[in-house]
T-cell receptor
Framework: TQLLEQSPQFLSIQEGENLTVYCNSS?????LQWYRQEPGEGPVLLVT?????EVKKLKRLTFQFGDARKDSSLHITAAQPGDTGLYLC?????????????FGKGTRLSVIA | DAGITQSPRHKVTETGTPVTLRCHQT?????MYWYRQDPGHGLRLIHY???????DKGEVSDGYSVSRSKTEDFLLTLESATSSQTSVYFC???????????FGPGTRLTVT
């Protein structure tokens, strides 16, 4: 069974600080997605990374897929209170065909003004 | 935003009663999913569908059944609700299994 471990579980920082959260596995994934979930709402897809070593930027958010496609990171620059939420990663197993995505348990981020 | 709705949004029911949750999409996506989300467990897949009348089990399917008679609708039924099924239930859609998912707003179910 493929697992995705997210760290840290909880993170509380001051507005303006930088942070990195991680999504790690011992298994290879063909692609990996990041979602943000705000209280009372469903997760919202932020990005999909497909190629080992790929870096994608979304405003102040930088996503990186590990060279071996076993891990990923999300870096937020100058965090704002609006970044508060649960960040989830999800991986597509190789040759996934009809195999569902694997979700991590998430990192809960709180940005204090 | 993807057109995906869930009903009801909130429900309180008693142990032993049947409950049906509905997911409706306007995107014509092939795949539809039901997840539950609980503290400490994250999102867990209950059942999913890859076409009309085509469904498969997820990791926590016991006590749940699903039906998909039309592309746009995916129903989740708890035949006899138990307190352990108190949770927030999310429906999601995607065109391909490995694609990013579009999630509905969720249904908060409380079983007393």
């Amino acid at each position: 069974t493929q697992l995705l471990e997210q760290s840290p579980q909880f993170l509380s920082i001051q507005e303006g600080e930088n942070l990195t959260v991680y999504c790690n596995s011992s298994s290879v994934f063909s692609s990996l997605q990041w979602y943000r979930q705000e209280p009372g709402e469903g997760p919202v897809l932020l990005v999909t990374v497909v190629t080992g070593g790929e870096v994608k930027k979304l405003k102040r958010l930088t996503f990186q897929f590990g060279d071996a496609r076993k891990d990923s990171s999300l870096h937020i620059t100058a965090a704002q209170p609006g970044d508060t939420g649960l960040y989830l990663c999800a991986g597509a197993p190789p040759n996934s065909g009809n195999t569902p995505l694997v979700f991590g348990k998430g990192t809960r981020l709180s940005v204090i003004a | 935003d993807a057109g995906i709705t869930q009903s009801p949004r909130h429900k309180v029911t008693e142990t032993g009663t049947p409950v049906t949750l509905r997911c409706h999409q306007t995107e014509n996506h092939r795949y539809m999913y039901w997840y539950r989300q609980d503290p400490g467990h994250g999102l867990r897949l209950i059942h999913y569908s890859y076409g009309v009348k085509d469904t498969d089990k997820g990791e926590v399917s016991d006590g749940y059944s699903v039906s998909r008679s039309k592309t746009e609708d995916f129903l989740l039924t708890l035949e006899s609700a138990t307190s352990s099924q108190t949770s927030v239930y999310f429906c999601a859609i995607s065109e391909l299994q490995r694609d990013g998912k579009y999630f509905g707003p969720g249904t908060r179910l409380t079983v007393t």
